[in-house]
């Protein structure tokens, strides 16, 4: 059974710093993509972040793009983003995210989320 | 980039009745298109994705149909379970995109 598990989410000051983690079982996760989707609180969803199985090919929302950074460790099965210079409007549910096939597909499996609030 | 309108953002209708959720996207797509399906408090769920390729499980009232810059989720007869909100997201190019949604309630 596929599994993502996210956490690392929490309360953090504007211009701080997290880094959120995603742990995946239950299928090859060197083979598939991954995504980051977000979801402010009452609002849609909004795509963020995509790397490929290998590493060798990041994609980022223009919302994040210097100050988020995507990556992996496919021998421990995980997925991270780092999030520097946390802004208000970056309050949100994040979801980990497999993509499907290739590098352009939708995302077939998500994980339950974790909440990240930035707030002084 | 390429963005998505979709509509209603908002649809009230009855136990049965047929439903459609329209997704249009400024340039064309290839076809790339998603469906999700989203209930309150849970991630979202792939329902089917360029066109009419269903996901396992997905009940048979739900279909998918368009191309170039007009694509539509149709529910034939809606059911009390289908309560929830849908997005269309579009893969055909980076940033992926998903629409506004439409959040569909049963009267």
Not at chain 1, 104 to 111: A, H, Q, R
Not at chain 2, 31 to 55: D, E, H, R, V
């Amino acid at each position: 059974e596929v599994q993502l598990v996210e956490s690392g989410g929490g309360l953090v000051q504007p211009g701080g710093s997290l880094r959120l983690s995603c742990a995946a079982s239950g299928f090859a996760f060197s083979r598939y993509s991954m995504n980051w989707v977000r979801q402010a609180p009452g609002k849609g969803l909004v795509w963020i972040s995509y790397i490929s199985g290998g590493s060798s090919n990041t994609h980022y929302a223009d919302s994040v793009k210097g100050r988020f950074t995507i990556s992996r460790d496919n021998a421990k099965g995980s997925l991270y983003l780092q999030m520097n210079s946390l802004r208000d409007e970056d309050t949100a549910v994040y979801f980990c995210a497999r993509g499907y096939s290739g590098n352009y597909s939708p995302v077939d499996y998500w994980g339950q989320g974790t909440l990240v609030t930035v707030s002084s | 980039d390429i963005q998505l309108t979709q509509s209603p953002s908002f649809l009230s209708a009855s136990v049965g009745d047929r439903v459609t959720i329209t997704c249009r996207p400024s340039q064309g797509i290839n076809n790339y298109l998603a469906w999700y399906q989203q209930k309150p408090g849970k991630a979202p769920k792939l329902l089917m994705f360029s066109g009419s390729t269903f996901q396992s499980g997905v009940p048979s009232r739900f279909s998918g149909s368009g191309s170039g810059t007009e694509f539509t989720l149709t529910i034939s007869s809606l059911q009390p379970e289908d309560s929830a909100s849908y997005y269309c997201q579009q893969f055909n190019s980076y940033p992926l995109i998903f629409g506004g949604g439409t959040k569909v309630e049963i009267k």
